[in-house]
């Protein structure tokens, strides 16, 4: 029932008749094979590759399809070290990109330059969790021979399958929900079997192949990943309309609420709204780390998608680098609190939160029966 986890880095093989050489770095060794097969299944795609972190995916997806010379239009609403990708270090290898506002269609194609190969977005984004409707956006690129690539690291499969609405490239940090344990790094890229074979191409030579052990761990967390992402939505649901109701929340960013501003599109789009919430306090920076201290079942720690709810504050972490009049522009004022719902009780992280919130003071708890 459980399949065994093929250490092997070579195998038999090698006669010169023309049968493929196996090689763990090759990415097709048995246990690595299993979860491409897996992934590509839950994602509806023909291909996928397991790659050794997300940013590998993102990097060998970049490389396979921007050529030399090659330009990308990407989103401004990506993670931090995709941006530091495309804008410092790709330049050097002569891939160019264009950063657009993903809302605005036309935006895309006004950046489009006869170079460009592919258009690169991020759904739903980090850590304001906007869900923009890319269905616009892949008309453009059929229309203009361009590949489109989402980043649906934040969604995971559960919530989002992007082949359903025509995108060609779905990658996702199978670090976090795919694997979902907080116990491996690994990255997976997925499309049709000529992308795959040219994203293997450049994983034998730049060589980010995923370790069987990792590749075995994320097996084990694929069997779960419904259970976990559905219990993931449900709580972060109810963490949202409670922290809405209290006294010292402003905001709550939740696709799943009313409030939101893509509250529609995400409805439409997404069979989940997701484990993220995200909340802007009253009591600004102070109350945020007045928060996070308090807090006793959420515990303080980047990264998102593990069964444990982790609570973090973009300006301590992926906003780390900005100033804070640009971070408020962008809807990260200090007072941001992002959370990654895990799989404890609800009623625990409800209670754990609304005592925190309690003690970052000066406003009364909620009323229970309101
Ligand atoms: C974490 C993350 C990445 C990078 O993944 P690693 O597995 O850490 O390399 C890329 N995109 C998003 C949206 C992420 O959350």
Known sequence: MVPPIVQSATFYGGRGDGTELHYT????????????????????????????SGMAAIALTVLALAEEGGHVVASRHL?????????EELPRRGIRTTFVDPEAPEAWRDAVEP???????????????????????????????????????????????????????SVHSATKYLAGHSDV??????????????????????GPALDPHAAWLLDRGLRTLQLRVHRQNESAGALARYLEAHPAVETVLYPGLL????????????????????????????????LCDALTV???????????????????????????????????????????????????????????????????PPDPLG
Request: glycine content about 10%; hydrophobic content about 40%; aromatic content about 6%.
């Open 25 to 52: 770095r090759y990415g097709n060794n048995p246990t690595q094979r299993l979860v491409a097969e897996k992934v590509a299944r839950l994602e509806g795609m023909e291909a996928s590759l397991p790659t050794a």
């Open 79 to 87: 993670y931090g070290a995709t941006v530091t990708l495309l804008r």
């Open 115 to 169: 170079t460009t190969r592919l258009f690169l977005f991020e759904l739903p984004t980090n850590p304001t969790l906007r869900v923009f409707d890319p269905r616009p956006v892949v008309e453009i690129a059929r229309e203009l021979d361009v590949r489109t690539v989402v980043d649906a690291t934040f969604a995971s499969p559960v919530n989002f399958r992007p082949a359903e609405v025509g995108i060609d490239v």
């Open 185 to 206: 790094i690994a990255g997976v890229t997925s499309g049709s079997r000529d992308f795959v074979a040219r994203a293997s191409g450049l994983l034998r030579l730049y």
């Open 259 to 290: 409030s939101h501003p893509d509250h529609a599109v995400a409805s439409e789009l997404l069979s989940g709204s997701g484990g993220m919430v995200s909340m802007v306090l009253r009591g600004g920076g102070d109350a945020a780390d007045r």
């Open 298 to 364: 959420a515990r303080v720690a980047p990264s998102l998608g593990g069964v444990e709810t982790l609570v973090s504050q973009p300006r301590y972490t992926s906003h780390a680098g900005w100033s804070a009049q640009d971070r408020a522009a962008a809807g990260i004022p200090d007072g941001f609190v992002r959370v990654s719902v895990g799989v404890e009780d609800p009623a625990d992280l409800t209670d754990d939160f609304g005592r925190g919130l309690d003690e970052v003071g000066g406003v009364a």
